[in-house]
């Protein structure tokens, strides 16, 4: 299947803004930072723009995108080819100081997203608007995709009682917009106050999943190896907040979860029951790094059998709370630290609100708190629809 979307990256060989006339450039950008001929970002860059290119930043899992989990820091380098410093955006510090920008006027900011609340390179990304607003420099964000579609909308909007680097801002668990369309939403409606030019895709329709768009897909991380990864991600990573194994040290992460104590006859017929668009098939396997390594878990694959109609984030949850109810002195949830919160319950990070966590603990109706949280969901959307940038 030919591409039949054109990323912002080569859009920016034809129509580059006006920015990028005599500046020096920064790039934020990772593996996945690449055109439809598998031509990288920094490759692009440096021969539409020879020599402008001063510095590299990174976001979470490194530049080579080779750090596997949360908090595994990496450490700032050396391109070796051009000679120019790469600073590691999830090391000392997730904010770029003055001394890394202090050598750039744009940062050209070429990253592929995921879709979900929790993935970090959002948030990275809007520190960088921040930075650069302070300190006078531009940001030209090239778009690409969301992998998960820009209909489906899903979850609770954050609480802002629950920010973190895993949620800055109140969005849903599935936000339902390009990269480019929420460093819009994140700029306006958070007033970062950034000098902010967005190089649009073409081709790209709101109803595209990964799979429509005939491009490759390179993992934005270790964790996110295939499209379908990042299809149950927006539910499955909820389960990173409790001692249940979200199938890292896997070949499926995401799409694998269970642990040693897990009963998937009496779990797995309820979810398949009320779960619509996947079908959760009862496993073995046994993870070689994270949790219960090299221990066997019972668990469940994932098959999402219509993704058009599949709901990760309720389907997840569901999962939850049978696990609690059926596992109550097995199962527990995690505890601090994560993503670099000392004290506060990782699993109120990931839900985005604390008395939510205690409803879904305290076994309630999923129906109830859907409804309860469709206010917000519903106002998020009225107000993202005026930073869409596509049909």
Known sequence: MLPCVTLGLENLKHRPPAVFQGSRLGLLANPASVDS????????????????????????????????????????????????????LYSLTRVPESRMLADIDTLVVDIQDVGTRVYTFIYTISLC?????????????????????????????????????????????????????????????????????????????????????????????????????????????????????????????????????LDTAQIGPVLNRMVSGAWFRPVWFQPTSG???????????????????????????LALQLIIRFHPDAFSFKQPPYEYEYERLPMDLIIGDTHIRERISALEDLKNL????????SAFTATARKYYLYD
Not at 299 to 315: L, N
């Open 37 to 88: 001929q598998f031509s990288h970002a920094l490759e692009v860059i440096q021969d539409l723009f020879p020599g402008q290119l001063t510095a590299i930043f990174s976001p979470q899992h490194g530049f080579y995108a080779e750090k596997q989990d949360n908090m595994i820091e990496s450490d700032h380098g050396v391109e070796p080819d051009l000679k120019i410093p790469i600073y590691s």
């Open 129 to 261: 608007m921040e930075a650069a607003a302070q300190m006078n420099k531009k940001v030209v964000v090239l778009d690409r995709p969301n992998p998960i579609g820009g209909f489906q909308v899903e979850g609770n909007v954050l609480n802002p009682s629950a920010a973190s680097f895993v949620g800055r801002f109140p969005i849903p668990m599935r936000h339902g917009m390009t990269v480019g369309e929420i460093c819009r939403f994140f700029n306006h409606e958070f007033q970062l106050g950034c000098d902010l030019t967005i190089v649009p895709m073409t081709g790209w329709k709101r109803s595209m999943y990964w799979q429509e768009t005939g491009l490759a897909w390179i993992p934005p991380s270790p964790n996110l190896p295939t499209p379908l990864s990042c299809m149950v991600y927006p539910g499955q990573v909820v389960f990173e907040g409790t001692n249940i194994s979200e199938g890292r040290g896997t070949t499926l992460p995401f799409e694998l979860f269970g642990a040693p104590f």
């Open 291 to 317: 949790k219960w390594q090299d221990q066997v878990c019972k668990g469940f694959h994932i098959h999402v059998t219509d993704k058009k109609i599949f709901k990760p984030y309720a389907a997840s949850l």
């Open 370 to 377: 859907e409804k309860f949280w469709q206010n917000g969901l």
